[in-house]
């Protein structure tokens, strides 16, 4: 894939799974990798659906204690109606059990600010 062809794939695979454009104007080589390679070639590979590679993300993110990347991708799940609050919420339970109460207790308390901001 030509570069030009890849950056525009991955501009349109980020504004789908995140569900907002990605940044515009001056990038730096962390955006254009995530655009050219995580949202370009990853997030459209056969295999997996969107749905599973959200719960995947998710889980990862929340593993990570990454919290720009937890609210982003909460939101993102939310925004797409492929997840749902009781979902993510359960998951925190399910997390928790493999991953650690802390993180778990992290990842629900930006769960929880991301659906105060949506109301």
Known sequence: MADVDRRKAGQ?????????????????????AAQDFVFAEVWNRPGLDTRSRRWITLACVAAARAPVAIRAYVNAALDSGEINLEELREFALQFAVFQGFPKAVEFEAILNEVVAARN
Do not use: H, Q
């Not at 349109?12 to 254009?32: H, K």
């Open 12 to 32: 349109a695979s980020f504004e789908r799974v995140l569900r907002f454009a990605p940044p515009a104007g001056a990038t730096t080589p962390l955006i254009d």
